[in-house]
């Protein structure tokens, strides 16, 4: 990581949020097409619909959320099959790159390593059954191949497609912007009488609870409420990431949240208000540490 911003264009073909999108990087060759089914018909009309490339179905099914990750020589006629065969997919993305460059070798190598990356992260199902193999690319090409999906893993985000994304974080995880919490100072959230002991430290935005810590085994929390958090805790315990040892549960890895409360409410195994439940060794809460850095800020 260079630490360099990226621009970013998302145009909304028909003024909708909820609609077809585009998405395209300046100094990408990439080309990115959010196509809701509903919209299958139009969509396919447009001229990136006959290129090469690779596709993402999402829905869900009887089961809960689910994906599926292929790759064609025309993405019309392939998701003209998918919408006679597949009725449990709501929304297709679309990735080929400008000029049509990309060949079969290259969408099947891009295949292989994006549910490579789905599998890994472990936060979607996946209709694919196996890992398909990877295509036979030279160097260079794979060179080529990688870059690509380096950019493509910061564009899929932005257009709510993250389950490509690992939470896993290095069992060295350090903080790498000093201004994001004070240097080799570690939070702590405890519940003494359920022998819960967590640690995190915050870098880049993130919370990352460390390998090791403690958290409740079972959910419970009222499962009417907070949906995301008492899903993503149950999602943590089936795939590993926190492994149960009778009523309590142990960090497998370090583990990424995108906020202090996402991060206590696992950990606590309800709802819970990190920025008060994280704190310093010295006692100083998350809160007490955002309001100093907000404070110096008026100096």
């Known amino acids: 990581m260079t630490g360099l911003g990226r621009s970013l264009e998302l145009f909304f ?49 009887d089961d809960g959320p689910i994906a599926y990750i292929g790759e064609t020589e025309c993405m019309s006629e392939r998701l003209k099959t998918h919408a006679q065969k597949l009725d449990w997919w709501d929304d297709a993305v679309l990735v080929t790159a400008a000029g049509d460059p990309l060949h079969k070798a290259h969408v099947k190598y891009l295949e292989s390593r994006l549910v490579e ?5 472990g936060r979607m199902r996946l209709a694919n059954a196996n890992v398909p193999p990877r295509a036979s690319l030279n160097e260079a090409a794979i ?5 690509f999906l380096d950019t493509l893993g910061m564009v899929l985000p932005a257009i709510r497609v993250d389950f490509l994304q690992t939470r896993s974080r290095p ?4 903080v790498t912007n000093p201004q994001d919490a004070p240097k080799s ?30 958290a409740r085994a079972e959910w419970v929390g009222d499962r009417r409420h907070n949906t995301h958090y008492w899903k993503l805790h149950d999602q943590l315990i089936t795939n590993g990431t926190i492994v149960a040892e009778g009523n ?12 202090p409360s996402a991060a206590a409410a696992i950990v606590a195994g309800r709802s819970a208000n990190g920025r008060t439940s994280w704190k310093l060794p010295d006692g100083r809460t998350y809160a007490d540490w955002e309001a100093e850095q907000l404070k110096a800020t008026d100096t």
């Open 13 to 61: 073909v028909d003024g909708r949020p909820d609609g077809m999108l585009t998405a395209e990087v300046f100094n990408w060759t990439g080309h990115v097409l959010r196509l809701p089914r509903t919209q299958l018909s139009e969509g396919l009309k447009r001229p990136e619909a006959t290129q090469t490339g690779v596709y993402i179905l999402m829905g869900q099914d």
């Open 248 to 259: 309590r549960g142990i960090f497998a890895e370090n583990y990424a949240f995108s906020s």
């Open 117 to 121: 990356l789905a599998k890994d992260a």
């Open 185 to 214: 100072d570690s939070y702590e959230f405890s519940l003494p009488k359920h022998g819960i002991r967590a640690t995190a430290v915050m870098s880049d935005g993130e919370v990352i609870v460390q390998k090791g810590s403690s």
């Open 143 to 147: 060179s080529n191949m990688e870059s």
């Open 171 to 174: 069992s060295t995880a350090i």
